[in-house]
Nanobody
Framework: QVQLVESGGGLVQAGDSLRLSCVASARTFDSYAMGWFRQPQGRDREFVGAIPSSGSTTGYEVSEKGRFTISRDFAKNTLYLQIDGLTSVDTAVYYC????????????????WGVGTQVIVSS
């Protein structure tokens, strides 16, 4: 069982940067690939990016590549998502998730999910 808790969301201005955090309860944090997803109001959950258990590489949704940076701190059992150049399109609830399968773009490959953190971008 892995518990994930996101934080760092809030109301921000367009053009700002934001770093979201996701703290994992598991001592086996390094056994899981981790992903970030987001869900705008009224829309389906969409892939943002993912990082494998090794943390050696990262993958992002193609259209957002360059604005999003994912990293993980194994000593702190924490996953991060840096978002630069925020726009209203980024307004959504952001979720982190843990997977034994790998750094997948498919939400069904992730077993554990946090409750999400809301990001609202004001223009």
């Amino acid at each position: 069982q892995v518990q994930l808790v996101e934080s760092g969301g809030g109301l921000v201005q367009a053009g700002d940067s934001l770093r979201l955090s996701c703290v994992a309860s598991a001592r086996t944090f390094d056994s899981y690939a981790m992903g970030w997803f987001r869900q705008p109001q009224g829309r389906d959950r969409e892939f943002v990016g993912a990082i494998p258990s090794s943390g050696s590489t990262t993958g992002y949704e193609v259209s957002e590549k360059g604005r999003f940076t994912i990293s993980r701190d194994f000593a702190k059992n924490t996953l991060y998502l840096q978002i630069d150049g925020l726009t209203s399109v980024d307004t959504a609830v952001y979720y982190c998730a843990a997977s034994r399968v790998g750094a997948s773009i498919n939400p069904s490959d992730y077993t554990y999910w946090g409750v999400g953190t809301q990001v609202i971008v004001s223009s």
